[in-house]
């Protein structure tokens, strides 16, 4: 669990969105420790999420066939999203702007990786196929399963972001075009095997 939610959680964090530009825009002014900053809002906010779809969804997520609803809809998604990287990589259209403005101080970051979040409909979509899919999974392991799923979604937001702060504080050595191109090929690759595991679970469930 712990590792499906990591690696999950790199296919999202991998493609530029809203967070990205966050963390590109307040590192020269926060410097390495930008992207953790922000990850920590996101994280906030993900623990709120998380807390609440327990508490209200709970019985709700026990039954049967809301589960295999749930991951068919997760496998779906992770197929649309395997698909979307890997037309954006053949098309040469997956690529870092390193170029990013001042930011404030470290309480403003941590806000904006909250409202950067809350911006981006991916993210809601993203909760309510893939999250919740995995969420079910994750459910039916008790309290570990939970906590697996909640440190593995957050370890890769923090070690990703946290890299590209880095990155950019260290002069952007490390993460070359060709070298981010690699990771959201592989990154998608994965996403397929996952959806393979989402729809086939989602499918037996269904027929039972």
Do not use: C
């Amino acid at each position: 669990m712990y590792l499906s939610s990591l690696l999950i959680a790199y296919s999202g964090a991998l493609m530029p969105g809203p967070m990205l530009t966050v963390v590109v825009t307040e590192t020269p002014r926060q410097g390495a420790r930008a992207g953790p900053l922000v990850v920590l809002g996101h994280a906030i906010l993900e623990l709120t999420l998380l807390i609440l779809l327990v508490v209200g969804l709970g019985p709700i997520l026990k039954h049967q066939s809301v589960q295999a609803v749930l991951q068919i809809a997760g496998g779906l998604m992770l197929v649309w999203t395997a698909v979307s990287m890997i037309v954006a990589l053949a098309r040469r259209r997956v690529s870092i702007d390193w170029e990013g403005g001042a930011g404030g101080g470290a309480a403003r970051a941590v806000l904006m990786g909250i409202v950067s979040s809350l911006a981006n409909p991916y993210w809601t979509i993203w909760w309510v196929t893939i999250g919740l899919g995995l969420l079910t999974k994750a459910y039916a392991l008790g309290i570990a399963g939970l906590v697996a799923f909640y440190l593995g979604h957050i370890t890769g937001d923090l070690t990703w972001y946290s890299l590209v702060s880095g990155a950019i504080a260290a002069g952007r050595r490390f993460i070359t075009p060709r070298v981010y191109r690699t990771m959201v090929g592989v990154a998608a690759a994965f996403l397929l095997i996952l959806a393979a595991w989402f729809l086939t679970s989602g499918i037996r469930a269904a027929v039972r």
